[in-house]
């Protein structure tokens, strides 16, 4: 490499003394001195440049391998986000079918002990929702922790195999987008499974809501001396 630069270095001071043509911009130059300094400078290249120009040669063939192994890694990962979030909505509906099966028994005990069973019933809700939540939470928690090793594993395999310049940045680029595209996908995937979880607990909390209002209703019918309605919540 050092000779690459004495010759650039000598073709540079070779034009910078050679005469001028006059009235124009143009110089001449010792055509023997300066072909055998361009003579100099091809024999000096590393031959490190021709490698780098066999891989650009085939980096169109190198992408392409790169691109189908980052698709199949992110079907996959798609796939088992999909897989874990199927679960994540099957435990809550029946977490939340348990939690109104416990209030409807509570309910039902109600009638010998009124302010007990109330007591223990916003409890027993509170912790219902509070543990459906953070179960919801964690499951999907943990599909978007397996799909983003899923992704993470996609571009160290798809940097591996493409590691030259203009190779690198191409595949960096699609790999950015890719990983966009799947931060995305997941975000949605969370979205929706907040949202059936909050419509499952507001199911519960409307029937629960129901059950207090007529708990309520007893009670006022106790004191009033009328007796408690034996009409059992629907």
Known sequence: MYRVFEALDELNQTVEQAYGVPMT??????????????????????????????????????????????????????????????????????????????????????????????????????????????????LIQDGNDSYRRSVDEGLAEQQRLVSEAEVVRRANEEAHRIVDTAHADSERLRVEADEFVDGKLAEFEGSLSEVLRTVTRDRQALRRGAGVSRRRPE
Do not use: F, Y
């Open 25 to 138: 911009s143009n110089c001449m130059v010792p055509r023997h001195d300066t072909l055998a300094l361009l003579d100099d400078l091809r024999n000096a290249l590393p031959v490190e440049i021709d490698d780098a120009q066999d891989v650009l040669d085939k980096q169109e063939e190198i992408l392409r391998g790169a691109e189908d192994r980052a698709r199949e890694m992110i079907a996959e990962a798609e796939a088992q986000a999909h897989e874990i979030v199927t679960r994540a909505q099957a435990d809550a509906d029946h977490m939340v079918d348990d939690a109104q099966h416990r209030a409807t028994t509570m309910v039902a005990k109600a009638e010998d002990d009124v302010d007990h069973m109330i007591s223990s019933a916003r409890r027993e809700a509170e912790d219902t929702v509070h543990r459906a939540q953070n179960e919801a939470d964690r």
